[in-house]
């Protein structure tokens, strides 16, 4: 409850920022004919594990809304590792990312990368380094988890909006 009642309050002040543009959901990337993408390996099940049992922090930033979350109740962590899906991802070019995830164990940024969210490009892509490593899909449960996220954010942004104007 805390958790929840903090992120508003950050979605909040960083939404009152910012009120001269509204933020916009996700666009679909346009389609065109590709060339066959590379596709990584998937984030090693005993990282995965370590950071499920032993982590303490995973923050996201998101690159084109005006929040961000830092998960730090184990309960919450744990549902970030849960969005990280098991299967490879394949990296398509069309794809941009949405924002910046790193995952923390007693303040060591254990693993971190970007995500993608957008329509057909729903997947991480962590580094080493600055090199990519490791490309997951997102689970469904990831994918809900981050339009809840986002729309809120949106909707709150309006109604500060909304508010400053009087209407």
């Not at 084109?64 to 970030?80: C, E, G, R, W």
């Not at 729903?122 to 689970?139: C, H, L, Q």
Request: aromatic residues 10%; contains cysteine; hydrophobic residues 35%.
């Amino acid at each position: 409850m805390k958790q929840t009642f903090f992120l508003f309050l950050v979605v909040l002040s960083l939404a009152a920022c910012n009120q001269d543009k509204p933020a916009a959901p996700p666009q679909p990337a346009p389609s065109a004919p590709t060339a066959p993408a590379v596709t990584l390996p998937s984030v090693p099940l005993d990282l995965l594990e370590k950071i499920w049992s032993e982590g303490t922090q995973v923050d996201y930033i998101f690159y084109n809304h005006p929040f961000t979350m830092s998960l730090t109740d184990k309960p919450s962590i744990q549902l970030a590792i849960r969005h990280v899906a098991e299967t490879p991802a394949p990296l398509k070019p069309e794809c941009k990312a949405t924002g910046r995830v790193s995952y923390q164990i007693k303040g060591d940024i254990v693993l971190e990368g970007d995500f993608y969210f957008s329509t057909g490009c729903t997947y991480f892509v962590f580094e080493k380094n600055r090199v990519k490593t490791n490309a997951n899909y997102m689970t469904d449960e990831g994918i809900q988890y981050f339009n809840n996220q986002i729309q809120q954010a949106i909707k709150m942004q309006q109604q500060m909006q909304q508010g400053a104007t009087g209407q």
